[in-house]
């Protein structure tokens, strides 16, 4: 059972900035918020991961209010490249016998010139 | 290598035959995760191992689904029997341990078709 709730899709032009919303009412006291890339014919690649506040690398930044049960994903002047589909993934990162995400449906960016 | 690598990366099998998929994880990566993606769809869980112990197979679809990982290092997902609904992409995933903070990759995926 998916934890996360995301759009389905959305659509941007080149050099916007794009923001993906995941809510996870259901967030737990160990979860961290993790997002992947998917490419049509590949594996998913990671984007970034936190757990409250917000965490920014060189590709994205992650905003996570002091509720945590929502996440923005956002993508600084995106590219048609950046087309792809998006996943929000909460998960236990505290250890345990089992350590694994469940993956929703994603949202697909759709990036037009 | 420098990623989880995977083979063979397309397979075409006729129903039920069997098939085995290979998984080579980063090296040094204690938690390997097997999941299954159909086409549209996000990938779901099959199998879970930490080290050589498969600690969750809660995701396995059917007793044809087996998956080891005899020395914690290289991992099988053998598929007996095949049917066309086991048609999908198969991914294998792998981080460096199961504590906070341990991102997990994915490798590039085998893709089965059952005809």
């Known amino acids: 059972l998916a934890k996360t709730t995301q759009p389905i899709s959305m659509d941007s032009y080149e050099g916007q900035e794009v923001n993906i919303t995941c809510s996870h009412n259901n967030i737990a006291t160990n979860d961290y918020i993790t997002w992947y890339q998917q490419f049509p014919s590949q594996g998913p690649r990671f984007i970034i991961q936190?757990?409250?506040t917000k965490v920014t690398n060189e590709v994205a930044s992650l905003f996570i209010p002091a509720d945590r049960k929502s996440s923005t994903l956002s993508l600084p002047r995106v590219s048609l490249s950046d087309t792809a589909v998006y996943y929000c993934l909460v998960g236990d990162r505290g250890g345990g016998a089992t350590n694994k995400l469940i993956f929703g449906t994603g949202t697909l960016l759709a990036v037009q010139p | 290598g420098a990623g989880v690598s995977q083979s063979p990366r397309y397979k075409v099998a006729k129903r039920g035959q069997d098939v085995a998929l290979r998984c080579d994880p980063i090296s040094g990566h204690v938690s390997l995760f097997w999941y299954q993606q159909a086409l549209g769809q996000g990938p779901e869980f099959l199998t879970y191992f930490q080290n050589e112990a498969q600690l969750d197979k809660s995701g396995l679809p059917s007793d044809r689904f087996f998956a080891e990982r005899p020395e914690g290092s290289v991992s099988t997902l053998k598929i007996q029997r095949t049917q066309q609904e086991d048609s999908a992409v198969y991914l294998c995933?792998?981080?460096?341990?199961?504590?906070?903070?341990?991102?997990?990759?994915f490798g590039e995926g085998s893709w089965l078709t059952v005809v």
């Open positions: 995933a792998s981080s460096l341990g199961f504590s906070s903070g341990n991102t997990i990759y």
């Open positions: 936190g757990y409250k």
